[in-house]
């Protein structure tokens, strides 16, 4: 269960102006559900996923995640904490061009305190789900942008963490390797990991095992 409560996410302009990329959001995402953030970009959705991911901290409120308040955790505490629950998959993919995919893949694992052999097996497990198994020793500046999402949703599972967050993950990608993307989404909520999809891509619109969708305009919710 995440529980949300009156988060509010305050940035200054030139150091005067002020504004709320997010104001005053209240909201509750059960576990394993499906849960599809709605908006244009700068609407606020992006922040929401940062600050549930603890990559930044709000100006005020609070963010509940298993019964835990992970809004204002220290910086080592957050690390820790996205390290064993939290899988993030970016727009961008963020991998090592220079490292091959199973490196990409191994990365989160290392300040966890595993052994190689452990190591080895959460990657080949991962790299399974996602289906890029065959491309496991193959540098990532060759892959197409298809398979480097393939890798960040590996990498995103690889820790085993029961939320992953998405943040315009097809934005980068074709219909073909979008609707790709939407089937592995499905296969994830039915290994009951909790997902969270920040997107104004309309393919995510109809989908018939997308529990709530929430819109957000101007940082705020909107019914």
Request: with cysteine.
């Amino acid at each position: 269960m995440i529980k949300i409560k009156n988060l509010n996410k305050l940035f200054y302009e030139n150091s005067k102006k002020e504004f709320y990329a997010l104001k005053d959001i209240n909201l509750e995402i059960q576990t394993s559900s499906f849960v599809v953030l709605k908006g244009v970009s700068g609407s606020g959705k992006s922040t929401l996923l940062s600050l549930i991911a603890t990559m930044d901290k709000p100006t005020s409120g609070e963010i509940i995640i298993d019964n835990e308040s992970v809004a204002k955790l220290p910086d080592l505490h957050s690390s820790n904490f996205r390290a064993k629950k939290i899988g993030f998959i970016f727009q961008s993919y963020n991998l090592f061009n220079e490292l091959s995919v199973k490196d990409n893949i191994s990365i989160p694992l290392i300040p966890l305190g595993y052994s190689q052999k452990q190591i080895d097996e959460k990657v080949l497990k991962s790299l399974e789900i996602a289906n890029i198994s065959h491309k496991k020793d193959e540098l990532v500046l060759n892959l197409s942008g298809g398979e480097k999402q393939r890798c960040a949703i590996a990498r995103a599972l690889v820790n085993d963490s029961n939320i992953i967050l998405c943040d315009e993950p097809t934005a980068n990608l074709d219909y073909d390797n979008s609707i790709r993307f939407i089937e592995t989404l499905k296969e994830l909520k039915k290994l009951n990991k909790t997902i969270i999809v920040a997107t104004h891509d309309p393919i995510f619109d109809n989908l018939d095992f997308v529990d709530k969708i929430i819109n957000i305009k101007n940082g705020i919710i909107c019914e």
